[in-house]
């Protein structure tokens, strides 16, 4: 079993930066790749980013541009989504999920809104 929190979320203006937080507790957590997901209102959930519990090799959705990074700190047990120049179209709630096939847990998300 893990367990997933996200924090960080908040309200920032066009062209500002958030670092999200998805602090991971439970049973081996570092056995798990994680990924960052989004979903605004009337949208379907959208994948952005993941990293492999292996390698910590990283992988983004082309519709980012580069402007999200995943990194993940192993004895923390803590993965972060940092998203710079950001957009109002970036407003929704932010998911992490931790898998470990077949299984995947999710946390509760946290809310980014973009504006001025």
């Known amino acids: 079993q893990v367990q997933l929190v996200e924090s960080g979320g908040g309200l920032v203006q066009p062209g500002g930066s958030l670092r999200l937080t998805c602090a991971v507790s439970?049973?081996?957590?570092?056995?798990?790749?994680m990924g960052w997901f989004r979903q605004a209102p009337g949208k379907e959930r959208e994948g952005l980013s993941c990293?492999?519990?292996?390698?910590?090799?990283?992988t983004y959705a082309d519709s980012l541009k580069g402007r999200f990074t995943i990194s993940r700190d192993r004895p923390k047990n803590t993965v972060y989504l940092q998203m710079d120049s950001l957009k109002p179209e970036d407003t929704a709630t932010y998911y992490c999920?931790?898998?470990?096939?077949?299984?995947?847990?999710w946390g509760q998300g946290t809310q980014v809104t973009v504006s001025s």
């Open positions: 999920n931790a898998v470990k096939v077949p299984t995947i847990y």
């Open positions: 439970g049973s081996n957590p570092n056995f798990y790749s």
């Open positions: 990293i492999h519990y292996g390698d910590d090799s990283t």
